[in-house]
Antibody, heavy 127, light 108 residues
Framework: EVHLVESGGGLVQPGRSLTVSCAASGFTFDDYAMHWVRHAPGKGLKWVAGISWENGNVGYADSVKGRFAISRDNAKNTLFLEMKSLRADDTALYYC????????????????????WGQGTLVTVSS | SSELTQDPTVSVALGQTVKITCQGD??????TSWLQRKPGQAPLLVMSGNNLRPSGIPDRFSGSRSGNTASLTITGAQAGDEADYYC???????????FGGGTKLTVL
């Protein structure tokens, strides 16, 4: 059974940095692309970043490009999201999400399929 | 960039059929997946690709697509189906991942 367990969330001041992590188990981690998706209070789901099975291929939402960095340690089955220059509108529950393919930006007609989600880690940006 | 548009709220009487729709230019090129999110729970994949139900999802859930509109149909809605439903696909211009704004389903 797939398990995704996020950690590292908390209260952080605007302009500061925070890194959240996701420990994965129950599947061959380096066979799959992984993503971060966030859910802000009162808002809908928003894709944040994606990474292919290896670290070289990553992508970001426009709202976080240049401030956030996604990475993975396949030896430790762990996904990371380093967040810098945090703003109040980054406040959200951050979910670690498993893709069904190995590439985050594939062109399959099947589109995007996220088959497993963690419970999320809450990041609150406030002074 | 592209967008996916959903009705914010939909209601259905217990045991009746309801269709939740998602509209966007990308959907003419990519299939849509659908996620169910209940309060306090992680999102759950309920439909993907071309009407493919993940293991454990009841067959009262079905999916379809016509042009740039995708639909999730729940036949014989139950109280436990009350949740927020999100469509998800890919931006044809940027290849980024898109979510619809979500539809809150109320079962009366």
């Amino acid at each position: 059974e797939v398990h995704l367990v996020e950690s590292g969330g908390g209260l952080v001041q605007p302009g500061r940095s925070l890194t959240v992590s996701c420990a994965a188990s129950g599947f061959t981690f380096d066979d799959y692309a992984m993503h971060w998706v966030r859910h802000a209070p009162g808002k809908g789901l928003k894709w944040v970043a994606g990474i292919s099975w290896e670290n070289g291929n990553v992508g970001y939402a426009d709202s976080v490009k240049g401030r956030f960095a996604i990475s993975r340690d396949n030896a430790k089955n762990t996904l990371f999201l380093e967040m810098k220059s945090l703003r109040a509108d980054d406040t959200a529950l951050y979910y670690c999400v498993k893709d069904i393919t190995s590439v985050w930006n594939g062109h399959s007609e099947q589109g995007v399929i996220f088959d497993s989600w963690g419970q999320g880690t809450l990041v609150t940006v406030s002074s | 960039s592209s967008e996916l548009t959903q009705d914010p709220t939909v209601s259905v009487a217990l045991g009746q059929t309801v269709k939740i729709t998602c509209q966007g230019d990308s959907l003419a090129f990519y299939h849509t997946s659908w996620l169910q999110r209940k309060p306090g729970q992680a999102p759950l994949l309920v439909m993907s690709g071309n009407n493919l139900r993940p293991s454990g999802i009841p067959d009262r859930f079905s999916g379809s697509r016509s042009g740039n509109t995708a639909s999730l149909t729940i036949t014989g809605a139950q109280a436990g189906d009350e949740a927020d439903y999100y469509c998800c696909s890919r931006d044809i211009n940027t290849n980024a991942v898109l979510f619809g704004g979500g539809t809150k389903l109320t079962v009366l």
